[in-house]
């Protein structure tokens, strides 16, 4: 358990950095739900410093691309959401992503907008903590979607919510993570298509059910 604990926040020390104070709390909700999670402490500390790196080679890049881009990780399958202004500035994202020999499988799920769009979304998303159901664009009603969806989740009898991670991208759904069984997904993808905001889900999650030992 202290293992767990430890390689994830070594790795989340650099994000936080990275991130600000709302980083802080992300890593320390992140650290939580690992206890929980059916992967092996290997891919935990593996996917942490997958995901840290490549925000890290963000950040260096563009600080304002950590508003941009969502980088979700797990057993090594990188998935990458969010927006930008520039086919160009995906196109680069993803270039960083391919570098990683860690990663054994990419999903470009970036969309390209305009600037004027993307120049609010990034305010929104400086400003989320304050979201509500309207605010002060899509960025903010997308973290709405997000923690909606969280909420059901996690009240949800016979779903393992920490084995999923999802996110909102002008109101589209990506999701990835491990079900347990083809019916703990399908609830899954249910309860995310009947909350108020969703317009399509797409799923990446990998059906694996738990070994009894």
Same mark, same amino acid.
């Given at each position: ?31 939580? &739900? @690992? ?7 290997? =891919?935990?500390?593996?996917? /942490? *410093? !997958?995901?840290?790196? $490549?925000? +890290? ?74 979201? &509500? @159901? ?7 009603? =997308?973290?709405?979607?997000? /923690? *909606? !969806?969280?909420?059901? $989740?996690? +009240? ?58």
């Amino acid at each position: 358990m202290n293992r767990i604990l430890t390689g994830t926040t070594i790795a989340g020390i650099a994000l936080a950095t990275a991130l600000g104070v709302a980083g802080c709390v992300t890593v320390v909700t992140e650290a939580a &739900k @690992k206890t929980m999670e059916d992967r092996v402490t290997d =891919d935990q500390v593996t996917d /942490t *410093k !997958i995901a840290t790196s $490549l925000l +890290s080679s963000l950040a260096d890049k563009d600080k304002n691309l950590l508003l941009d881009v969502n980088v979700d990780v797990w057993e090594r399958r990188a998935m990458l959401t969010g927006t930008v202004s520039d086919a160009k500035v995906r196109q680069d994202v993803v270039r960083l992503a391919q570098a990683d020999e860690r990663i054994r499988r990419i999903y470009d799920e970036i969309q390209v907008v305009s600037k004027e769009e993307q120049a609010r979304r990034r305010e929104a998303a400086k400003n989320k903590d304050e979201s &509500k @159901k309207e605010g002060m664009g899509q960025a903010v009603n =997308d973290f709405w979607v997000e /923690t *909606k !969806i969280s909420a059901k $989740l996690i +009240s949800t009898s016979g779903v393992t919510s920490v084995n999923y991670r999802w996110r909102s991208v002008r109101n589209m759904i990506y999701l990835i993570g491990r079900a347990r069984s083809e019916g703990e997904l399908k609830a899954v993808l249910d309860i995310i298509r009947k909350t108020e905001g969703v317009s399509q889900v797409k799923s990446f999650v990998e059906i694996k059910p738990v070994l009894k030992s």
